[in-house]
Nanobody, 125 residues
Framework: HVQLVESGGGSVQVGGSLRLSCAASGYAISTKCMAWFRQAPGKEREGVAAVYADTGGTLYADSVKGRFIIPRDNSKNTVYLQMNNLKPEDTAMYYC???????????????????WGQGTQVTVS
């Protein structure tokens, strides 16, 4: 049984930083593609960042490149989203996701991910 639990959301001023955590159980995250998505009211869920299982390589949406990073701590089975220089347009519910697939690809489409956390709210003002 896979469980993903996010934490670390909150309210922050423009230009501030937050670190989200996603603790996983039921799978070793080092063996799966892990990703962060976000969804603002009235908008589709969009991929923000992902980390490959095999290489540890990372992918970022253009809107967050240079501001967000997605470190992974295999010993804690936890993936993080370090968000710096936050902007009002970063306001959204943030979700972590695990891709339970044989492929090592990390797609940016939400439908490619089987397991999701409950979400954590980030508000930038």
């Amino acid at each position: 049984h896979v469980q993903l639990v996010e934490s670390g959301g909150g309210s922050v001023q423009v230009g501030g930083s937050l670190r989200l955590s996603c603790a996983a159980s039921g799978y070793a995250i080092s063996t799966k593609c892990m990703a962060w998505f976000r969804q603002a009211p009235g908008k589709e869920r969009e991929g923000v960042a992902a980390v490959y299982a095999d290489t540890g390589g990372t992918l970022y949406a253009d809107s967050v490149k240079g501001r967000f990073i997605i470190p992974r701590d295999n010993s804690k089975n936890t993936v993080y989203l370090q968000m710096n220089n936050l902007k009002p347009e970063d306001t959204a519910m943030y979700y972590c996701a695990l891709r339970d697939a044989a492929s090592s690809l990390c797609p940016s489409t939400a439908s490619s991910y089987k397991h999701w956390g409950q979400g954590t709210q980030v508000t930038v003002s």
